[in-house]
């Protein structure tokens, strides 16, 4: 009785730009008993700081215009004895000094945790009152990584700061033991690929011409998959943290307002879709570079891919010549498949898709093309980005990436209205195509 008595006279302000996020912190700061005060952004949390004059801050550090470091040195230069504490999924060492060189008190990880959340203000609020808000400290200059950060912070606010990244430190420990565990699986692969294209000496100047191209591939992918590994992680945290806000929200709501409570639970099950193609979308990533690169025939290969796609009324012309072969990753089937169920799926209007072979200067050209709506001009770069295909399915990002495996680009150069066209240009020795059949 005597905490909720001592939390009910507290008031927390709250900084989150996104509102479910807002909400959930909210939650879980009401049902412990405190008064909370939202702000969506730092300019809002200024003027709340001056009129609701809050005993302490949550703030997040990613926010548009002012950001967190920003909105923590303002506070800290108009209200030296105001606690902040930064909310945030960043677990850099950098971001921790860049809190503290801007008077942060202490940190709490995304998602937050109900009980991590109430003791880190009690242990903040109890430290001021220790320590007084006052505390003597001296400054602290601190090179890191190529800059250096001037720190004044007292010895409690320091432990305070330590003890709540130590979360995080564990957290990115048991990540990294993950990337040394696929790494080593990577390099297993690699010495794998290497070792079968050594047994072949059937034509020596081929096999060390195909080891080269083979290396720089895997090589490649591997790069690829560490980045891809890195972005679907920081990804999937933050989808998870959603999901179990839009839960938490619909369980507090269930009995008071069930029809918001019903929606909180229908934004779930869309986010569970959402992390459901995420990991489908990893597990194909990590196929490319696993296997060497080989030559394929790509009229067999539109086949295969028209095979695998429902065409319903819509006519496929396949006007490839056969035996033309080309240099790419094993996945390259999923490319054709992919730009066939791209036009389906977005031409609206299309009849018939087609598939040929041209020579550009001196690379040769594989073309797919629809006569549907086409693609804007202002989307023929964004289509084939990954922060665009979250929105859109992540296909064309995936054929992209399996494409560059050996040097083959990919680019839309349809005219919007008319229809789509997509040529993926490739190099001269990563084809095998006569001059007649080219031209």
């Known amino acids: 009785m005597e905490v909720k008595q001592r939390r009910s006279a507290m008031n ?24 909370v005060i939202l702000a969506g952004n730092g300019a809002e949390a200024i003027k709340q700081v001056e009129t609701a004059r809050p005993d302490i801050v949550l703030t997040d550090i990613l926010m548009p215009g002012i950001d967190g470091y920003e909105l923590c040195r303002r506070i800290k230069q108009q209200n030296p004895d105001l606690p902040v504490i930064m909310v945030t999924v960043l677990f850099d060492p950098a971001d921790v000094l860049k809190g503290l060189a801007a ?132 990804d999937l945290l933050n989808q998870l943290s959603v999901l179990w806000g839009h839960l938490d929200l619909a369980l507090a709501l269930r009995d008071t307002d069930q029809a918001n409570a019903w929606r909180h639970v229908e934004n779930a099950v869309e986010m569970v879709k959402r992390i459901n193609n995420t990991l489908q979308f990893t597990a194909e990533y990590q196929r490319i570079g696993t296997s060497s690169p080989a030559w394929q025939e790509i009229r067999s290969l539109v086949e295969a891919a028209a095979g695998c796609v429902s065409l319903g009324a819509v006519s496929l012309e396949n006007n490839i010549p056969p035996g033309v072969e080309v240099f790419a990753d094993p996945l390259i089937e999923k490319v054709f498949t992919n730009l066939i169920d791209n036009a389906l799926r977005h031409g609206e209007k299309v009849t018939r898709i087609s598939f040929g072979l041209k020579r550009g200067g001196d690379f040769c050209i594989i073309f797919c093309e629809d006569d549907g709506v086409g693609v804007p001009v202002d989307e023929k770069e964004k289509i084939f980005s990954y922060a665009y295909g979250k929105n859109t399915g992540l296909g064309l990002f995936l054929a992209r990436e399996i494409l560059s495996i050996t040097g083959i680009t990919i680019r839309e150069t349809g005219n919007p209205g008319e229809g789509a066209r997509f040529e993926m240009i490739c190099p001269p020795d990563m084809i095998r195509a006569p001059v007649s059949q080219t031209g």
């Open 103 to 234: 008077g942060a008190d202490s940190f709490i990880v995304k998602p937050p945790n109900p009980e991590h959340v109430c003791s880190q203000i009690e242990a903040v609020m109890r430290g001021r009152e220790m320590a007084g808000a006052t505390e003597d400290s001296e400054e602290l200059e601190i090179p890191f990584n190529g800059s250096t950060y001037t720190i004044k912070a007292g010895k409690l606010q320091i432990v305070n700061t330590l003890l709540s990244t130590y979360t995080i430190a564990v957290a990115k420990n048991a990540e990294l033991h993950k990337v040394q565990s696929q790494l080593r699986s990577l390099n297993s692969q690699l010495r794998r690929a290497l070792d079968e294209i050594s047994l072949s000496n059937e034509n020596l100047a081929e096999e060390n011409l195909t080891r080269r191209r083979a290396e720089k591939a895997l090589a490649e992918a591997s790069r690829k998959l560490q980045l891809m590994a890195s972005i679907t992680r920081h």
């Open 12 to 35: 927390v302000l709250v900084v989150e730009d996104s509102r479910t996020q807002a909400e959930f912190i909210r939650q879980i700061l009401d049902t412990a008993g405190y008064n």
